[in-house]
């Protein structure tokens, strides 16, 4: 059993940065493709962005030059690191990790860290 823990989010002013980590323990990481996706006020669970085992980064459009994702396979660590935070990116942030073979998929959730942007 793979465990997902989310960590660094936080109330940041318009303009603000915050960097947020995603921990998972309980398999071997460096095999895992790491999303983070997050969920805002009233809407559906969108991805934000993710990488694989060989370290390709994906961004969603909204993301693309203001959010950097990187993986520090020694520590089982996941890094989002938000710049120039706007208020509509408040929302509960959640890490998923997906363990895949040719056989099986198994994604794996945390229960989130909340970002709020506001003045």
């Known amino acids: 059993q793979v465990h997902v823990l989310e960590s660094g989010g936080g109330l940041v002013q318009p303009g603000g940065s915050l960097r947020l980590s995603c921990t998972a323990s309980g398999g071997e990481f460096g095999r895992f493709a790491v999303g983070w996706y997050r969920q805002g006020p009233g809407t559906g669970r969108e991805l934000v962005a993710g990488?694989?085992?060989?370290?390709?980064?994906y961004y969603r459009d909204f993301a693309l030059g203001r959010f950097g994702i990187s993986r520090h396979n020694d520590n089982n660590t996941v890094s989002l690191q938000m710049n120039n935070l706007k208020p509509e990116d408040t929302g509960l942030y959640l890490c998923t990790v997906r363990d895949a073979t040719i056989e099986t998929v198994h994604d794996y959730w945390g229960q989130g860290t909340q970002v709020t942007v506001s003045s």
């Open positions: 990488i694989s085992t060989a370290n390709n980064a």
